[in-house]
Every structure is written in structure tokens, then in C-alpha cells.
């Protein structure tokens, strides 16, 4: 049980290159918390210098109270799940398992408990005498989490853990990770670049770019409140709708914002209909596509207005209210749906 | 191509038979003259059906040898060639996957230079650097042992390619996971990397002992004493006779005797061996 803090840690690379610009973050004990963004924004960098697996070039590392920068990932009490799980492929699931426990000198009793116990929780008792080569893809997934918990670590370190997965199972995957970390109440960092998966499991959202933090919060504080332009567009599927507030049209409140303000409004606040209500903004759009995927439909459609011809919109619609293809529709939000952001990407004070 | 015809595999069969008959005629041919009296061999008049000698021949060359030109039982050649090609393979393996290991594994200053210096020996095979290489095993002492017939032999850039090459292969993370682990290098070695490399030491065994067990250049220059020479320097010596007839029989005998280890190595291997050379085990 530990908290972790990372105090304005920087990375760069021995060619100059700035992979991590200061991250300063705290992960309560017990947490989850998710870092989420692109590929290439620094998560996995950061997540390999908590771990150990990588120098911190400058700034502190800090779990549970103690300084680790210097410290062998070993010694760091941290347990990693990795993308591609990382099993010894020679060695027996059970071996697997009790590999790192041998390494730290446990005594064979309690060994033989730890991977039993962990996996009973996991299911894959059965499994402990095969080799890796032997197990379907969701099977290792569960072995490398029982690689992890065995150790009984202060913190679980996850590497983008289900993206080799189907997509069936890496939902039901998904929930498991969050179950089992609820009942082992262990602080964990996980790496996606999937913003649903960050989305449903983490207590704490970091959303990263280019090597910087760009908002920290919980996942519907983020998702209600994205600090930028960048958090709007990344988290929520399909992405917000983002245009210059100059293509809003004429309107009250528009006309006072600074110049080159960005106005985003999310695809489930447009609605159908002609009239904007008071303050708010209204668009008129002509239908170039249509997703139907069951009980809603997202529409694609291009801003027919003068100030904002040629911008695209996405708009979800409740499936028996979709427009046909080509047709021409308006759609209108009202003004507590918009986010206002300066020309700096920032959001602008509500 | 699952279609089944009568005569259709005829001919490829055939191609196949004339190819094995080239290859093991001469083999049988061995076999055959092994086992049959000196004189008839010497008169050309050799049955092409084994003789009724065999017991006798192999119990004089294993154990008594010739009476003229090499006095040694070949049974001790066997014994010194088995030794070398034994060492050679083993030495060469132990050595090359280490060097590899520091290569792909380690940061030290000039890495890539150490690299490329192992690299570059692989043009300069014994044969190239024969002089130096006997000078330096003749002012070390080496002559006549079995040192100086192995170890110049040993240091092989070959292997630490290879190894090299299938380091590199191995995932980064489970150097990572094994870290994790608590597991510093020589657990990483010993448990995961050592155990991954089993399929390729395997197949390196097999190309090695035979590489080990065929040197004739080397062990012709460094040993020259009876009881210290390799089989294949003793069937050398056996048919070069000044005044004596040679004694066919136990020539081919010792041949036969000198196909056998390999043969053996490749069989008892050749499983393992196979797997080495076309999948990696991850």
C-alpha cells in the first residue's frame, strides 16, 4: 500500500530528445489511475521511470514515501503487467509465477500459497503446469496478472495491458482489472492509449501530450470540463465538434470572446431542430454520412452556413430521429453545452 | 501436389536412389574392404561382398594398430580426436555466448568497436593466420597437447555471431520482467536466456564437434608425437608406407571407425538440431 508522487520528473534522451516535459502527479493509495494519450505522448516512458526501467533525468520519483530514483526496479516493491505480457516462455505458468518470489528468497510454503492463492483468484489453476505457447492470448493476459500479484506489490504497473487482446475480451478483461484491484485495494498506474478503457477504469485521468500533462481529474470531471482543446478532442467517441467561435455565427455571446477562441460542443449536446435557444448556437448542416450502430446513429455533416461553410460536425441522434443522406438539417445547443477555449488551446473561465 | 499417381514419383525416386547409391557406394565400399584379407585387396581382386574378417581387422585397429607406419592403436586416436572435437565445441559455445551476451546486453566503451573486432576474425581463418598462430602455440608450449590443439581453434567469431543474432531477437521485455523479478544478469543468464538458447547450442554442437572432429591442417602441424595424433592425421599416416605394403584393411577400417562419431552426434542431435536452424523458440 503506497501512495505514488512524481515531483517535476523530466526524461531526455541521450540525443537531446525532451521525452518527459515535468510531470508532477499524485496517485492516492489505493487508486487507480490511468494515463491516457496518443502514441508518442511520454505514458510509457513515464510509466518504465516508476518502474525503474528507465533513468529520470531530472525531478523525483516517489512511492510510498521514498525517493526511488536510484532504486533497481526490483527493490521498488512494483509489480508491471506488459503489452505483450512478457512471460518466460520456457518456463511452466506456475514457474512463471514464482520465478520472482525464488528470486527474493521466499520460503517454498509460501511460494506454493502465493501463486496458489493468486491463481484461484484468477481462475487458471488449472492451467499452472502448461507453458505459455500452450495458452490463448486472454489465459497469458491472466497468467502476467498473476505474475503481478503474487508479489504482493505496493504498486501495479500496467502496459497497455489489453491491447493485444479481441475486442470481446479485452472489455471483459477490463472489468476484471478493475475488480481485482478494488478488492486487493493496491495503488495502480496503467498505460492506454484507448480513452474508453481509461475512461471506465480510472479513478484519477491523466491526459498526456507531447510529454506533458495536459489536465488531471477524474474521468467525467475531464470529460465535462476538458482543460484543452487537445483533452476535448482525445477523450469521448466520437470527438467533440471544434470550430472557430467566429464560425458560431453572429451571436451575443460569441462576439465577446478574445480572438481566435475556439468554440467544442459534444456530439449527444447538438439536437435536431430549428430554433436555437436563447444564447445558444444553431447550425445548419447538410447530411454526407450516416453511422448507424443500434439504439443511436452518429451524423456526419458539413456546416452549410456562410461564416462556417465546409466545417464537419458530428452529431448522435436517437436512431429513429436519423436524417436520410444529402438532406438538409439544423442543429442547434444550448449555451451551457459549449466549451470556450482562448487561442492558446486553454479553456476559457466558464 | 496431394494427387496420388502410380508412376508419376518414378522418376524423382529414381533421381534420388542414383544420388544416395553415389553417396553411400564408396561408404559401403569402406565397409567392405574392412572386412576382407590385405592381399586380395592389393591384387585388385576385392569382392564386393563383405569378408569374413571383420572381428579380426577392427580388434587389430582399434587396439594393436599398424605394424609399419604408425604404430599407435586407433583407438587412442579416437580418444585424442574426440577430446578436440569435444573441447572445440564446447569451448567455442561457451565462449561465443558469452562475448555475445556482453555485446547485446552490456553498455561498455567500445562496444561496437569489440564487435567489429570479433566480426573481422572471421576472415582470418586458421589457415590464414597459421604461422603466428603456431608460433605463439610453440613459445606457450602448447606443442604436443591438447591445449595447443584446441584452444587456437576455440575463440570462433562464427558463434558469437550467431548468438549475437538471436539475443537480439529475445524481447526486451522479458529482460525487463526478469529485472522486475528480482533476477541481476547472471540470473537473467542462467535462468532465461541460457534455457531460450537451447535449440541453437544444440545446433552449434553438432556443426562444431564436426568442424572439431574433421581439423587436419592444425593438428598435422601441432602434434607430432604417435600417441597424440587425431584420427584424421593417423589415416593419413597409415597409407603413406616406405617399404611395407599398405594395409588396406585397417586404413579402411580406421575410416569407418572415424565416420562413426559424427554420425552419431548428428542422430542423438538431429531432432534438437533441426529446430535450432528453423524456429525460435519465444
Known sequence: ?350 | MVERRRFGNLIPHLILWVGIALVAFPVYLAFVASTQDNAAIANGQMSLLPGDLFFETYYKTLFVGTSGSTREPVGTMLFNSFVMAMAIAVGKIAISILSAYAIVYFRFRFRMAVFWLIFITLMLPVEVRIYPTYKIAADLNLLDSYSGLTLPLIASATATLLFRQFFMTVPDELLEASRIDGAGPVRFFKDTLLPLSRTNIAALFVILFIYGWNQYLWPLLITTRDDMQTIQIGIRKMITTSDALTEWPVVMATAVLAMLPPVAVVVVMQKLFVRGLVETEK
Not at chain 1, 49 to 56: F, H, K, N, Q, S
Not at chain 1, 71 to 84: G, H, L, S, T
Not at chain 1, 227 to 235: L, R, S
Open chain 1, 1 to 350: 500500500m503506497a501512495d505514488v508522487t512524481l515531483r517535476d520528473v523530466r526524461k531526455t534522451y541521450a540525443g537531446g530528445v525532451e521525452a518527459i516535459k515535468g510531470v508532477s502527479l499524485k496517485v492516492a493509495d489505493g487508486a487507480f489511475c490511468v494515463l491516457v494519450g496518443p502514441s508518442g505522448c511520454g505514458k510509457s516512458t513515464l510509466l518504465r521511470m516508476i518502474a525503474g526501467l528507465e533513468t529520470v533525468t531530472s525531478g523525483e520519483v516517489d512511492i510510498g514515501g521514498r525517493v526511488v530514483n536510484a532504486v533497481e526496479p526490483a527493490a521498488r516493491d512494483i509489480a508491471m503487467v506488459f503489452q505483450n505480457y512478457a512471460l518466460y516462455p520456457h518456463m511452466s505458468v506456475y514457474n512463471n509465477m514464482a520465478y520472482g518470489l525464488r528470486n527474493r528468497g521466499l520460503a517454498r510454503a509460501e511460494i506454493e500459497a502465493r501463486v496458489h492463492e493468486a491463481a484461484q483468484i484468477l481462475e487458471i489453476e488449472a492451467l499452472l503446469a502448461r507453458k505459455p505457447k500452450q495458452l490463448s492470448g486472454g489465459q497469458r493476459q491472466r497468467v502476467a496478472m498473476g505474475r503481478a500479484i503474487v508479489r504482493h506489490p505496493k504498486v501495479f504497473l500496467f502496459d497497455e495491458p489489453l491491447s493485444n487482446l479481441d475486442a470481446k475480451l479485452r472489455i471483459a478483461m477490463r472489468v476484471e482489472i478493475r475488480k481485482l484491484q478494488r478488492r486487493l485495494k493496491t495503488t495502480a498506474v496503467y498505460v492506454t492509449h484507448d480513452q474508453l478503457e481509461a475512461m471506465t477504469l480510472a479513478d484519477l485521468l491523466v491526459v498526456m501530450n507531447g510529454g506533458e500533462v495536459e489536465q488531471i481529474g477524474a474521468p467525467l470531471e475531464v470529460y465535462q470540463k476538458p482543460a484543452t482543446t487537445f483533452v476535448a478532442a482525445f477523450i469521448g467517441a466520437p470527438p467533440m465538434n471544434l470550430m472557430p467561435a467566429a464560425h458560431a455565427g453572429p451571436n451575443g455571446w460569441a462576439d465577446s470572446l478574445p480572438p481566435g477562441a475556439v468554440v467544442g460542443v459534444r456530439p449527444e449536446d447538438l439536437m435536431l431542430g430549428q430554433d436555437a435557444p436563447a444564447g445558444g448556437l444553431r447550425l445548419p448542416l447538410t447530411v454526407e454520412a450516416v453511422e448507424h450502430i443500434g439504439a443511436e446513429s452518429f451524423v456526419y455533416g458539413k456546416v452549410s452556413s456562410k461564416a462556417a461553410a465546409g466545417d464537419d460536425v458530428i452529431v448522435r441522434v436517437a436512431a429513429d430521429a436519423t436524417p436520410a443522406l444529402g438532406t438538409s438539417v439544423a442543429v442547434t445547443a444550448s449555451r451551457d453545452k459549449l466549451h470556450l477555449f482562448g487561442a492558446d488551446g486553454r479553456r476559457l473561465a466558464d
